[in-house]
């Protein structure tokens, strides 16, 4: 009886790991809905152009750090559940560095006027603001470039956070993820 008790421990704080930071992550989640309907801001309505090019840019972020991820074999499935994983990592260093996706932003890389990709992100940076400026009356402009950054912030945030927790979640549950997988087919198979 001792050794089935000794066996479910570690499983029983692992899951209390994933609920810990899936509720951080429904509370991330409600709070900045909450807050982009506090802002109420029509601009993205009238010109659906911009609502479309925030969405994108905190989408291209966020693909940026999924391929930063790639280059250090963190999709990889025999590093995904090996004991070297780069998800091997305790719920505080989960939230602190792995989910939190303004720690993978290069800075060095940012500031570096030779890079070809970052010449083209400041381009787009400047050609966005100047027609924010163009396209809006004066008073207008710096509420919906505020606005703008937040919602990219928000969407970056949450896409990196939602895939960081997936493929930690994997890690942590392990084997058990093959469990999970055949209940769910059984169940959409009926």
Same mark, same amino acid.
């Given at each position: 009886? =001792? /050794?089935? +008790?000794?066996?479910? @421990?570690?499983?029983? %704080?692992?899951?209390?790991? $994933?609920?810990?930071? !899936?509720?951080?992550?429904?509370?991330?989640?409600?709070?900045?809905?909450?807050?982009?309907?506090?802002?109420?801001?029509?601009?993205?309505?009238?010109?659906?152009?911009?609502?479309?090019?925030?969405?994108?840019?905190?989408?291209?972020?966020?693909?940026?750090?999924?391929?930063?991820?790639?280059?250090?074999?963190?999709?990889?499935?025999?590093?995904?559940?090996?004991?070297?994983?780069?998800?091997?990592?305790? =719920? /505080?260093? +989960?939230?602190?560095? @792995?989910?939190?996706? %303004?720690?993978?932003?290069? $800075?060095?890389?940012? !500031?570096?006027?030779?890079?070809?990709?970052?010449?083209?992100?400041?381009?787009?940076?400047?050609?966005?603001?100047?027609?924010?400026?163009?396209?809006?009356?004066?008073?207008?402009?710096?509420?919906?470039?505020?606005?703008?950054?937040?919602?990219?912030?928000?969407?970056?945030?949450?896409?990196?956070?939602?895939?960081?927790?997936?493929?930690?979640?994997?890690?942590?549950?392990?084997?058990?993820?093959?469990?999970? /997988?055949?209940?769910?087919?059984?169940?959409?198979?009926?």
């Amino acid at each position: 009886m =001792l /050794a089935v +008790f000794e066996l479910l @421990t570690p499983a029983a %704080f692992a899951v209390a790991r $994933l609920l810990t930071a !899936a509720a951080i992550f429904f509370v991330v989640l409600k709070a900045g809905i909450v807050i982009i309907n506090a802002l109420n801001f029509e601009v993205f309505t009238k010109i659906p152009f911009l609502g479309y090019f925030v969405k994108s840019i905190g989408t291209v972020l966020s693909v940026l750090v999924f391929i930063e991820w790639y280059a250090k074999g963190a999709f990889a499935i025999d590093t995904l559940f090996g004991p070297e994983s780069y998800w091997r990592r305790d =719920l /505080a260093e +989960f939230l602190a560095h @792995t989910a939190n996706p %303004f720690q993978h932003i290069p $800075l060095e890389m940012l !500031a570096d006027p030779t890079n070809l990709s970052i010449i083209i992100f400041y381009a787009v940076t400047v050609a966005f603001l100047l027609a924010i400026f163009l396209l809006l009356p004066a008073r207008d402009a710096p509420r919906t470039i505020f606005v703008s950054i937040i919602y990219i912030g928000f969407i970056f945030y949450m896409l990196v956070y939602a895939a960081a927790f997936l493929l930690w979640s994997l890690y942590t549950l392990n084997f058990w993820v093959c469990v999970v /997988a055949i209940l769910l087919l059984t169940y959409v198979r009926r």
